[in-house]
């Protein structure tokens, strides 16, 4: 280094000069320095030696690099990166390099630089950010997982406390009924028995208390209980509690004053009620019902007892589909059933289902029909059986019209 600095230090113009000395028996030192012309050779010498000596007290062992500052320039490496210049190439023997003081301004780096390291530098470039990639995806992988247990314990904690919500005591549905009294039955089928009631709070419901010889069993009533707490829709009834003490099942719901549909349309005196607006307004309601079970609920769900008397009207005649206890759940992308238990009600259900138990959401969409076909004409579906051809006469359809 020393020699090379002489050499480049007494150019006349140029200040340029390369070496070269041996390292080891099979690995060369290269050198390369130049000054700008404006320096004098002492400015010249001064600045390349002060390169030389950050280039021992930073890089010493690097296989090459380069110190640059504004008016010096100092680069070597272990492969000839020059084009050798015989007026300005210098012999050497490495002698031991003088002492100079540090460097106030120096910019340097290192590199390898034989064919080995630039490869191992290549395969460096390829592997480190397929290594990120991989940690990243991982991270973000673990961080979905965690989001999803997070979310699934939250939506439990929810269940289990919109479940507690929904619990009422035997007691408080007894004071409810006034004991279950007759002067709040509503009506009485082969399920049990419907009353009116009114809550602590002052709220009117209608609480369905099915008897011990229901056909409701214990898993149809766990069934309406889980589907009407997670349903939300106008043209569905709304589920406000229930009660399952001492062999009681009890459900609680909103209590819509005009009872169901059928006592209107096979009523002769109820039936004029309902105008053709009326009844236009109630096939809309139960088909926006019937589209939100079978597409815009979070689950898909065919009632499988769709009739006028699980059809309930609100003080504005607005129609909500009640008794869930007999529909069936059907994953988001299903779309037929086969069951060995038949439910429902004779005359509504569709041919398939009633003789083959294939099941369905066409299954509700016969049911729909043969209602609006009761709605439209004031006649019940068992009654066209019977009728004697060219007789379709109907008085409170005829008043209507």
């Known amino acids: ?63 090459g690099g380069y110190v640059q500052k504004p008016n010096c320039w100092f680069r070597w490496d272990l492969y000839p990166f020059y084009t050798r210049n015989a007026s300005t190439a210098a012999s050497l023997s490495p002698p031991p390099s003088p002492a100079s003081p540090p460097p106030l301004s120096v910019n340097s780096t290192s590199k390898k630089g034989d064919g080995g390291s630039h490869s191992s530098h290549t395969i460096a470039i390829i592997i480190v950010p397929i290594v990120i990639l991989v940690a990243v995806l991982i991270i973000l992988a673990v961080a979905v997982l965690l989001k999803r247990i997070k979310k699934t314990k939250r939506d439990d904690q929810n269940n289990k406390t919109h479940g507690e919500s929904l619990q009422f005591g035997f007691n408080a549905v007894r004071v409810a009924t006034d004991n279950f009294s ?8 082969g399920f049990g028995s419907v009353y009116k009631g009114q809550l602590e709070d002052g709220r009117k419901v209608a609480i369905k208390r099915l008897s011990e010889s229901s056909g409701q069993g214990e898993q149809e009533f766990k069934n309406e209980v889980m589907l009407l707490a997670k349903l939300q829709h106008r043209n569905l009834v709304r589920l406000l509690g229930l009660s399952f003490e001492q062999k009681e099942r009890i459900l609680i719901y909103e209590f819509l004053p005009n009872s169901s549909l059928d006592n209107f349309i096979f009523d002769p005196v109820k039936c004029l009620l309902l105008n053709w607006e009326k009844r236009y307004k109630i096939i809309e309601g139960i088909a926006k019902g019937l589209l939100y079970l079978h597409e815009d609920s979070q689950y898909r769900i065919i009632h499988r007892d769709l009739k006028p008397a699980n059809i309930l009207l609100d003080e504005e005649m607005n129609p909500k589909i009640s008794d869930f206890g007999m529909a069936k759940l059907f994953t988001v992308d299903q779309t037929r059933a086969d069951t060995s238990k038949v439910v429902g009600t004779y005359g509504y259900m569709a041919p398939e289902y009633a003789w083959h138990g294939q099941c369905s959401v066409k299954s509700d969409v016969y049911s729909f029909g043969v209602l609006v076909l009761e709605i439209i004409s004031g006649k019940k579906i068992n009654s066209f059986s019977n009728q004697e051809v060219g007789d379709s006469s109907n008085p409170c359809m005829e008043k209507l019209e």
């Open 1 to 63: 280094m020393d020699r090379v600095v002489s050499k480049a230090s007494s150019g006349s113009s140029t200040k340029y000069a390369t070496g070269e000395a041996d390292f080891t028996a099979f690995q060369t030192i290269h050198a390369l320095m130049q000054c700008t012309p404006d320096l004098s050779h002492k400015d010249c010498d001064s600045c390349l030696r002060q390169s030389v000596s950050y280039y021992e007290s930073c890089c010493r062992g690097k296989q």
């Open 182 to 189: 007759d002067a709040n039955l509503l009506g009485r089928g």
